[in-house]
């Protein structure tokens, strides 16, 4: 996509050797965190569609909602949107997954952006603590 991503001082990204895969046709490219308590991270994964060349973006929303619903009690979804990073446009799903904890239900903030680029998906996964948080983590994008 010509995008590099640049570290702020207070983040940490994870070495390539301990990035664990997701299946046959995904790959983790990157994983960044921050270096506190907030839990806030980035995950960039790309996935090869060569098989399912008639999915584009908003399908594959779609198609990952069950995966998220999978992960949680329960999931609140915001609307589909659009976001433009380092020039390149995204859509982009904002949801909210809720679970019990020792007996305390407890809620995370994510976004999912995707992008599809040829017969791969370029997929952003955000775990954050609000619309402050998600532009920190993306102001590390910057074109080549």
Not at 7 to 29: C, G, R, S
Not at 38 to 47: F, H, K, L, M, Q
Not at 94 to 120: A, M, W
């Amino acid at each position: 996509m010509g995008l590099k991503y640049t570290l702020q001082d207070d983040m940490y990204m994870i070495p390539e050797e301990y990035l664990i895969p997701f299946n046959d046709m995904a790959q983790v490219e990157m994983q960044v965190l921050m270096n506190d308590t907030s839990g806030d991270n980035i995950i960039v994964v790309t996935e090869d569609l060569s098989s399912l060349s008639f999915v584009d973006e908003k399908t594959y929303l779609e198609i990952a909602k069950p995966q998220v619903e999978s992960l949680a009690d329960e999931v609140t979804y915001d609307e589909v949107g659009q976001r433009t990073i380092a020039g390149e446009t995204f859509f982009e799903l904002p949801y909210h997954i809720s679970t019990e904890v020792d007996g305390t239900s407890v809620t995370t903030n994510q976004t999912f952006l995707c992008k599809k680029l040829g017969d791969r998906m370029i997929c952003m996964m955000l775990t954050h603590s609000g619309e402050d948080s998600v532009n920190y983590l993306l102001s590390g994008f910057s074109k080549i």
